[in-house]
């Protein structure tokens, strides 16, 4: 088991920033992967970036050049680093744990971006 607590959301105008928390418990030494997705009204969730056990980082092409993941394995706890935030970024932001046996997501916190 893998319990995942997000945190760090909120209003931000556009052009500002947000750094998104999620710590980890419980089979920490089982995960491979930890990744960000997020989930805007009305549409579907989407991958947002991912950074593996080796401390391989991708995002995706929306993202890139604005948002920075990180960890921090003494704290147990991956970052979101969301920088120049527009509009559209607008989504609850959920993180995933990737284990062998499968996946654990967290409950998800609010990113509002107004203009």
């Known amino acids: 088991q893998v319990q995942l607590v997000e945190s760090g959301g909120g209003l931000v105008q556009a052009g500002g920033s947000l750094r998104l928390s999620c710590a980890a418990s419980?089979?920490?030494?089982?995960?491979?992967?930890i990744a960000w997705y997020r989930q805007a009204p009305g549409k579907q969730r989407e991958w947002v970036t991912t950074?593996?056990?080796?401390?391989?980082?991708n995002y995706a092409e929306s993202v890139k050049g604005r948002f920075t993941i990180s960890r921090d394995n003494a704290k147990e706890t991956v970052y979101l680093q969301m920088n120049s935030l527009k509009r559209e970024d607008t989504a609850v932001y959920y993180c995933?744990?990737?284990?062998?046996?499968?996946?654990?997501w967290g409950q998800g916190t609010q990113v509002t971006v107004s203009s």
């Open positions: 950074i593996t056990r080796g401390g391989t980082t």
């Open positions: 995933r744990a990737h284990i062998v046996s499968g996946v654990y």
């Open positions: 419980g089979r920490i030494f089982s995960i491979n992967a």
